[in-house]
């Protein structure tokens, strides 16, 4: 009788045991998918940007016919950056894909800085009705990119935490939950937002 009730006992743990690391695994997954989601918001804001950094740059084209370096410069860096945003969209919890398009959006943030420090100095590309409206559909564009990425990085934050938590770590390392990388600015010079205004 003694064996059945020690029995007993140690399956009733054992389902708890069970149903607890469920528990953690769906949390984990949760919070997962919920990044995961954020990193979608952000995605869908740098395509917008992407989209329009073209057509600022045939508009400032006429004007800046002696600045084709610099033209060249800012289409290769929005390539660079589609490219590491699409392989960074396909798996946002990939820290390497994270690294790479937060490199490449270092690049784009510097190569369109240059550009808008030389339309500074053409008064007519400046007034150009064009580039105004580009420019301030950029900007807005900016805004939503930052509010996205601040979504991003709190969900980051919360998976990352619940991830290296006791006793969520032993699940985590079990399964293969990778830490996420958060999406943020490493060089201080480039938290300085680009001027687009006119």
């Not at 949390?27 to 804001?45: E, G, M």
């Not at 016919?65 to 390539?79: G, P, Q, S, W």
Request: charged letters at 20%.
């Amino acid at each position: 009788m003694i064996g059945w009730i020690i029995l007993g006992v140690i399956v009733l743990i054992a389902i708890g045991v069970v149903f607890f690391v469920i528990g953690l695994y769906n949390k984990l997954v949760q919070l997962r998918n919920r990044f995961k989601n954020a990193f979608a918001q952000i995605d869908v804001q740098l395509k917008r940007r992407y989209d329009l950094i073209p057509n600022l740059v045939e508009t400032a084209k006429g004007y800046l016919k002696h600045e084709r370096e610099t033209l060249e410069a800012v289409i290769a860096a929005r390539n660079t950056a589609q490219n590491a945003n699409q392989k960074a969209a396909a798996n946002p919890d990939d820290p390497s894909a994270m690294k790479g398009l937060i490199g490449a959006e270092a690049m784009l943030g510097g190569a369109m800085g240059k550009l808008f420090a030389l339309v500074e100095s053409y008064p007519d590309l400046k007034a150009n009705q064009n580039m105004m409206q580009l420019t301030e559909e950029l900007t807005s564009t900016e805004n939503k990119i930052a509010f996205a990425r601040q979504a991003y990085n709190d969900s980051v934050m919360v998976y990352n935490t619940e991830r290296e938590s006791f006793p969520t770590v032993m699940i985590a390392g079990t399964f293969g939950f990778q830490q996420a990388e958060l999406f943020e600015i490493t060089n201080p010079t480039e938290r300085e937002a680009v001027k687009v205004e006119f």
